[in-house]
Nanobody, 123 residues
Framework: VQLQASGGGLVQAGGSLRLSCAAS????????MGWFRQAPGKEREFVAA????????YYADSVKGRFTISRDNAKNTVYLQMNSLKPEDTAVYYC?????????????????WGQGTLVTVSS
C-alpha cells in the first residue's frame, strides 16, 4: 500500500485548504483512514479519522467544527477539508491507514503513512 498526500501550501489565517491522500492497493476501502499532523518540535498528533465506509468520523477537539474528513472509495482517496485555518494549524500533515482496520487515535496503530504535505498558516 502506498499513500500520496497532496494539497498543502501557504494560506492566510481564516483561509481554507483541501488535502488529498491517494492510496494504491485494493484494500483501501476496508480500513479506517486517518490524518495526523506534526509541528516543528512537537509530537505527531491525531487530527481526524474516517471509518471504512465513511459513516463515522472522528476529530481532535482542536479542529472540530473547522475540519471535515471524507473519502471516496471508488477513487481510493481520503480528503481533509480545512476551514478557518489558524497559525497553530501549521504543520506537516500525514495520512495513514489503520493497522487493524478500526478507529484509533494512536499513531503506532497505523501501519502505512503518506509522505506528508506542509501546511503553513500565516497570521
Amino acid at each position: 500500500v502506498q499513500l500520496q498526500a497532496s494539497g498543502g501550501g501557504l494560506v492566510q489565517a481564516g483561509g481554507s485548504l483541501r488535502l488529498s491522500c491517494a492510496a494504491s492497493g485494493r484494500t483501501f476501502s476496508s480500513y479506517t483512514m486517518g490524518w495526523f499532523r506534526q509541528a516543528p518540535g512537537k509530537e505527531r498528533e491525531f487530527v481526524a479519522a474516517i471509518s471504512w465506509r465513511g459513516g463515522s468520523t472522528y476529530y481532535a477537539d482542536s479542529v472540530k467544527g473547522r475540519f471535515t474528513i471524507s473519502r471516496d472509495n471508488a477513487k481510493n482517496t481520503v480528503y481533509l477539508q480545512m476551514n478557518s485555518l489558524k497559525p497553530e494549524d501549521t504543520a506537516v500533515y500525514y495520512c495513514a491507514r489503520t493497522r487493524a482496520g478500526w478507529y484509533t487515535r494512536r499513531p503506532d496503530e497505523y501501519d502505512y503513512w503518506g509522505q506528508g504535505t506542509l501546511v503553513t498558516v500565516s497570521s
